[in-house]
T-cell receptor, first 112, second 116 residues
Framework: DTAVSQTPKYLVTQMGNDKSIKCEQN?????MYWYKQDSKKFLKIMFS???????INETVPNRFSPKSPDKAHLNLHINSLELGDSAVYFC???????????FGPGTRLTVL | AQTVTQSQPEMSVQEAETVTLSCTYD???????LFWYKQPPSRQMILVIR??????QNATENRFSVNFQKAAKSFSLKISDSQLGDAAMYFC?????????????FGKGTKLTVNP
C-alpha cells in the first residue's frame, strides 16, 4: 500500500500553462506539506496544512495555490508556469504537526 | 533562523566499510528534532533515522547510527557495513518540536557512492 502518493510523477508543459499536482495520504495523518527540490537538490518547504487549514506559506509566489479538500488530500495548483518552476515537488504528511514527516515519490515538473 | 550545513558534497566508501556523514546546525532552541533522510536515484525520500534533542542517547537503526553532540550542534550519520544499496543522496534535517513552524529545514545533501 502506498502511504503518500502523488500524481503525476512526471509533468512536462509549456511556459504560461496552468497545471495541478495531486497528493493523497492513506496514513490518517493530520498535517500535509509541499516541498520543492531545485536542480541542485536543495529541498525547501512551500506550504503546510493541518486539518485543511493553512499553517505555513513560505514566501511562495501567488501563482502557487494549495488546496486541501479534506485531511487526506493536498493538491498544488500552479498558474502561468515559468521556466524557474522546473523542479521536483514533494508532498509529505505527518500524524500531528510535530511528528515525523513521510514523503511521497515526488513529481518532476519540467517547464519548456 | 535555523540553518543546517552539510560540509561534504560527496563521499565514497568501499562496500562493507564504514562511512560517516557530517551535519552541523544552528539554532537557539533547546528542544528540537534532527533527521537523516536518504534519497536514492529513484527520487523517493526515505527516513533513515531520527533523534530527539532531549535524549542523550544516540539513535540507532540497524547499520545506521548517529553521533549527536548537542553542545557542538553536530549530528553525524555513521553507516556500518556499507552496501551497494546505500548509494544515495543523504539529507540532514532539523525541525522545532512545536510552537509555530513544523517545517523541516534541510541541508544541501551529501552524495554517497558505494564502490564494490
Amino acid at each position: 500500500d502506498t502511504a503518500v502518493s502523488q500524481t503525476p510523477k512526471y509533468l512536462v508543459t509549456q511556459m504560461g500553462n496552468d497545471k495541478s499536482i495531486k497528493c493523497e495520504q492513506n496514513l490518517g495523518h493530520d498535517t500535509m506539506y509541499w516541498y520543492k527540490q531545485d536542480s541542485k537538490k536543495f529541498l525547501k518547504i512551500m506550504f503546510s496544512y493541518n486539518n485543511k487549514e493553512l499553517i505555513i506559506n513560505e514566501t511562495v509566489p501567488n501563482r502557487f495555490s494549495p488546496k486541501s479538500p479534506d485531511k487526506a488530500h493536498l493538491n498544488l495548483h500552479i498558474n502561468s508556469l515559468e521556466l524557474g518552476d522546473s523542479a521536483v515537488y514533494f508532498c509529505a504528511s505527518s500524524q500531528v504537526r510535530w511528528d515525523t514527516q513521510y514523503f511521497g515519490p515526488g513529481t518532476r515538473l519540467t517547464v519548456l | 533562523a535555523q540553518t543546517v550545513t552539510q560540509s561534504q558534497p560527496e563521499m565514497s566508501v568501499q562496500e562493507a566499510e564504514t562511512v560517516t556523514l557530517s551535519c552541523t546546525y544552528d539554532t537557539s532552541e533547546s528542544d528540537y528534532y534532527l533527521f537523516w533522510y536518504k534519497q536514492p536515484p529513484s527520487r523517493q525520500m526515505i527516513l533513515v533515522i531520527r533523534q530527539e534533542a532531549y535524549k542523550q542517547q544516540n539513535a540507532t537503526e540497524n547499520r545506521f547510527s548517529v553521533n549527536f553532540q548537542k553542545a557542538a550542534k553536530s549530528f553525524s550519520l555513521k553507516i556500518s557495513d556499507s552496501q551497494l544499496g546505500d548509494a544515495a543522496m543523504y539529507f540532514c534535517a532539523y525541525r522545532r518540536v512545536q510552537g509555530g513552524s513544523e517545517k523541516l529545514v534541510f541541508g544541501k545533501g551529501t552524495k554517497l557512492t558505494v564502490n564494490p
